[in-house]
């Protein structure tokens, strides 16, 4: 069955810190893979997916698929990076549903 | 920038009442989807809906779910006869055809059973 992990529950870091928040999943298929952001009070919004190869907010992330893992990095962090970020899959297409990772609520220390 | 909105952002309700959870899809998207929350938990995929049908649903969209489009912009989540375990957000998406490609979401219901 499709599966995506995210093994950090918190992750803690100083502002100007690189940040990695780690993703792998399961699917035998290809899928797409997505990053969703979600700060305080607001809804899920599309961070990045992996077919775009798009740099958004200074966020990166590569898909591997010898290690089925699309982890999520920016070199320096901003304390407006404070947010839950949910890596997530789509089976083949984008209409199809999502699939959503546990979450990672990133914490940037001033 | 359309946006989806759902009505209403908070619901309160006795265990063993229906509750109907509205959602605005944006105006020219053709998928509509429900995802729930539970506090402290993953987003879960709950239905998926296209030409007025079910595309695709979970283990947890059971008989006491039930989704329609009533007309040409709402699409709602009835819940028959709520659980306390149906405590949770519930989040509204759509995608639209040729042109956009990705699944936009509501700011959520939050479905507090007693």
């Known amino acids: 069955a499709q599966r995506v992990t995210q093994p950090e529950k918190l992750l803690s870091v100083f502002k100007g810190a690189p940040v990695e928040l780690k993703c792998n999943y399961s699917y035998s298929g290809s899928p797409e893979l997505f990053w969703y952001v979600q700060y305080s009070r607001q809804r899920l919004q599309l961070l990045l997916r992996?077919?775009s190869r798009e740099s958004i907010k200074g966020f990166t992330a590569d898909l591997n698929k010898g290690e089925t893992s699309f982890h999520l990095k920016k070199p320096f962090a901003q304390e407006e990076d404070s947010a839950m970020y949910y890596c997530a899959l789509s089976e083949e297409t984008s209409y199809d549903k999502v699939i959503f990772g546990p979450g990672t609520s990133l914490s940037v220390i001033p | 920038e359309p946006e989806v909105t759902q009505t209403p952002s908070h619901q309160v309700t006795q265990m063993g009442q229906e509750v109907i959870l509205r959602c605005v899809p944006i105006?020219?998207?053709?998928?509509f989807y429900w995802y729930r929350q539970i506090l402290g938990q993953k987003v879960e995929f709950l239905v998926s809906f296209y030409n007025n049908e079910i595309s695709e649903k979970s283990e947890i969209f059971d008989d006491q779910f039930s989704v329609e489009r009533p007309d040409g912009s709402n699409f709602t989540l009835k819940i028959r006869s709520t659980k306390l375990e149906d405590s949770a957000m519930y989040f509204c998406?759509?995608?639209?055809?040729?042109?956009?490609?990705?699944?936009?979401f509501g700011p959520g219901t939050r479905l507090t059973v007693l």
């Open positions: 998406a759509s995608i639209g055809g040729l042109g956009t490609d990705t699944q936009y």
């Open positions: 105006s020219n998207h053709l998928y």
């Open positions: 992996h077919i």
